[in-house]
């Protein structure tokens, strides 16, 4: 049986994947309109180069939400 400590610290930490999410949309929210309308190469990769970090947590998202999410057993 887990301390009490490591328990609230577990639910503590369920809020670090939804607050990266929420970032990476946030930065992506323009790309995503210009590509919902006009899907080219071009805008893909000026997307992903310019905002490189929030495709990175968007990539990462899968090991992040495993680690620190509901389901995360210590």
């Known amino acids: 049986m887990p301390e009490p400590s490591t328990r609230l610290r577990q639910q503590g930490e369920r809020w670090f ?3 990266l999410l929420c970032l990476a949309l946030l930065d992506l ?3 995503l309109l210009l ?3 006009h899907v ?3 805008s893909i990769s ?3 180069r310019h905002h490189l970090l ?3 947590v ?4 899968p090991s992040l939400w495993h680690r620190y999410g509901p389901s995360a057993k210590r």
């Open 40 to 42: 080219t190469f071009t």
């Open 58 to 61: 968007l990539g990462a998202l």
């Open 54 to 56: 929030a495709f990175v």
């Open 17 to 19: 994947p939804l607050l």
């Open 46 to 48: 000026f997307a992903v």
């Open 29 to 31: 929210r323009t790309e």
């Open 35 to 37: 590509l919902r309308d």
